[in-house]
């Protein structure tokens, strides 16, 4: 999946944040998360599609290819 077809990023909208339509990537990712099912983020954002749930995830997946991010023992 290319994320980058669904996600976008304007300094001018949504603080500068990741959005699909209007809602920024690391909400549908918080409640993913927390456990929410998809059909409830569905629910609750009716803009969006089981494609951007799978677009937030790709983009989540590429940006842990990119950083690294120190875990303590």
Known sequence: MDWREHIVV???RQG???CM???RVYVILDN???GESEENILAEY???T???IRAALAFAAALAHDHIVPIPA
Request: hydrophobic share 30%; glycine share 16%.
């Open 32 to 34: 993913l998360a927390a």
């Open 16 to 18: 500068g944040q990741p």
């Open 50 to 52: 089981r494609t951007h």
């Open 21 to 23: 339509r209007g809602t």
């Open 10 to 12: 304007d300094a001018g």
């Open 46 to 48: 009716p803009s969006l």
